[in-house]
């Protein structure tokens, strides 16, 4: 073999063995801190779902419902944390919508008790290509292309800044959930650890680099993370956001 051929065929190897390597997705960073639990979801590879009542009409509640459901269809759950406010009856505090049928409709009153009222409000959704968006509710646009939607309020980070009515070192602490994108397009999903104000909240996800973040819900959070020790499976909530995976 020539030297020419043998260089040659050197630089194919080590031109495929890069590409190989190119090809791999990058690992997810780890991000928890001391006060907040972390995890990033690829919605493009990973089964992200939306779950609110089961195939008889019942509300899941809780995350040990759920789980328990998901076992008889020969499914695990990875990942849950709870999906947006809800009314009494369990059900949504506006819209939601569960494979691409309207559940709920949009909330667009301006005004109202509590945190969901808190202006500007917004939309976490998946569209049926998988893609996630969070947006203010007054830029929301429903398509027939939407697979999941939630909403709820506030919103903590809209296009890279801190939503301005968040106080630095506010005294009102909660246990708190809340949702952003990614600047590589996945989701993170965190709960505080410990009772935590809006501000520093937001400010988690603004320092991950999310361009926009939602709040989830309040005192009544709870995470299965089985992977990171966290198995909340109580509860009584309405939308379930989960991460699941076939249990073979």
Avoid at 1 to 27: N, Y
Avoid at 32 to 41: C, H, N, P, Q, S
Avoid at 45 to 59: A, I, R, S
Wanted: charged share 20%.
């Amino acid at each position: 073999m020539t030297l020419k051929k043998t260089l040659f065929g050197c630089s194919l190897i080590l031109l495929v063995t890069m590409m190989s390597f190119c090809a791999k997705p990058a690992p997810k960073k780890q991000r928890d801190t001391t006060r907040i639990l972390a995890y990033e979801v690829n919605p493009k590879t990973e089964k992200l779902q939306f779950y609110w009542k089961n195939d008889e009409g019942e509300v899941y509640s809780n995350f040990q419902n759920l789980k328990t459901q998901l076992q008889a269809k020969q499914q695990e759950l990875v990942f849950a944390m709870n999906g947006g406010m809800y009314q009494k009856d369990q059900s949504p505090q506006g819209l939601y919508i569960e494979n691409g049928k309207l559940k709920s409709p949009l909330e667009t009153k301006a005004a109202g008790f509590g945190n969901f009222y808190l202006q500007p409000n917004g939309v976490f959704y998946i569209t049926q290509e998988n893609n996630p968006v969070i947006c203010v509710t007054t830029a929301f646009k429903n398509a027939e292309n939407i697979k999941y939607a939630t909403q709820s309020g506030p919103m903590l980070v809209i296009d890279g800044k801190l939503h301005e009515k968040l106080t630095k070192g506010s005294e009102n602490l909660h246990i708190r959930n809340g949702v952003g994108v990614l600047p590589n397009g996945n989701l993170l999903f965190a709960m505080s650890k410990e009772k935590i104000n809006f501000y520093d909240f937001a400010t988690f996800f603004k320092e991950n680099g999310c361009k926009n973040a939602l709040y989830l819900d309040g005192f009544v959070s709870k995470t299965y993370l089985p992977s990171k020790n966290y198995q909340q499976l109580d509860g009584n909530f309405g939308v379930i956001i989960g991460v699941v995976k076939s249990a073979h």
